[in-house]
């Protein structure tokens, strides 16, 4: 019933910029809290960014400063915004959220399709 759906990837040089969008669909009571996580291939996946319900964000210490996670409450959805891309951030990114389905279930994550960045020298 939930769906998570990613877009805003593709290849960049180094310096420059892109913006992940990530949209959440279906019927839900709320949502937690959502976040992008990142996995280079042969590498653990890692969180890249959050962003609860109440707007608090946290960062990686990686991209602390570069990147910046934001919400639209109305549209369920959050963006990434990557600056000052290096070619260390190549990796697929992934949208996850923290959803109650009802409001006598419990939450749950939910994870997306995955999009590809990549950061050419």
């Known amino acids: 019933q939930v769906q998570l759906v990613e877009s805003g990837g593709g290849l960049v040089q180094a310096g420059g910029s892109l913006r992940l969008s990530c949209v959440a669909s279906?019927?839900?009571?709320?949502?937690?809290?959502m976040a992008w996580y990142r996995q280079a291939p042969g590498k653990e996946r890692e969180l890249v960014a959050t962003?609860?319900?109440?707007?608090?964000?946290n960062y990686a210490d990686s991209v602390k400063g570069r990147f910046t996670i934001s919400r639209d409450s109305a549209k369920n959805t959050i963006y990434l915004q990557m600056n000052t891309l290096k070619p260390e951030d190549t990796a697929a990114y992934y949208c996850?959220?923290?959803?109650?389905?009802?409001?006598?279930?419990?939450?749950?994550?939910?994870w997306g399709q995955g999009t590809q960045v990549t950061v050419s020298s």
């Open positions: 996850n959220a923290n959803i109650r389905p009802t409001y006598w279930e419990t939450p749950q994550d939910y």
């Open positions: 279906g019927n839900f009571f709320n949502i937690n809290s």
């Open positions: 962003i609860t319900a109440g707007r608090s964000t």
